[in-house]
């Protein structure tokens, strides 16, 4: 029912105009660091906030573009491990001062990630101090394109929208229909792999089935 009562709500909100779904991801190397304070997963959707934000001004300064899009957190990958990642639904267009709209139909991929990475990196290292400096150090040799961000056109149209705000908002770490055996024992359960949409049967104890839901859990 909450889902449903804040799709609805949301819908009163969106433009009748093309929306893109984006997906920031960060590196499996930084997990951890927000498996143990969470506090900081609040941080994910300022630095979305700034970055998308950033690359509607960098288009066209004089028009001062204020965009407005949705956020969503997941904490899980289709696996049920911790993957803190953010879903974004953004138009493709915008208002600026001249209060005409202007379509957008390129984002800047390279702007968006290198812009996303450095937020984040810089938010961690003033966090957790110089005790983090060569975490920081060794993220940008091996992440030297950015943090992945997935913001290929995908045809959201105003149709869609709800579509998309429904599923991704009150999604759970699974669905029932994705388990398929429990012996008493383990737990067997599918998804398809996000790399290449295999299908992927994993059989667990069930103890560390509970687990992986589990960490998922808000804190109070």
Request: proline share 4%; hydrophobic share 35%; with cysteine.
């Amino acid at each position: 029912m909450y889902s449903i009562d804040r799709t609805t709500s949301m819908s009163f909100k969106l433009i009748d105009v093309q929306h893109r779904h984006c997906v920031f991801t960060i590196a499996r190397e930084l997990r951890p660091f927000f498996l143990q304070d969470r506090s900081l997963l609040n941080s994910l959707f300022s630095f979305v906030n700034s970055v998308v934000s950033r690359m509607f001004h960098k288009d066209n300064k004089s028009e001062l573009f204020t965009p407005g899009f949705i956020c969503v957190l997941h904490s899980f990958d289709r696996d049920l491990k911790w993957n803190p990642h953010i879903h974004c639904l953004v138009p493709e267009g915008g208002v600026g001062s001249s209060l005409l709209w202007l379509n957008k139909k390129h984002f800047n991929y390279k702007l968006l990630r290198d812009s996303f990475q450095t937020a984040l990196l810089n938010e961690l290292h003033k966090r957790l101090g110089d005790s983090f400096k060569n975490v920081k150090s060794r993220i940008y040799a091996d992440h030297n394109n950015g943090f992945y961000v997935r913001a290929m056109p995908n045809q959201c149209n105003p149709s869609q929208l709800i579509k998309y705000i429904g599923r991704y908002l009150g999604r759970p770490v699974i669905a029932t229909s994705r388990i398929d055996s429990y012996d008493g024992v383990c737990v067997t359960f599918h998804y398809n792999r996000h790399e290449d949409n295999q299908l992927i049967t994993e059989t667990i104890y069930a103890l560390d089935f509970i687990s992986r839901l589990t960490q998922h859990i808000p804190e109070k």
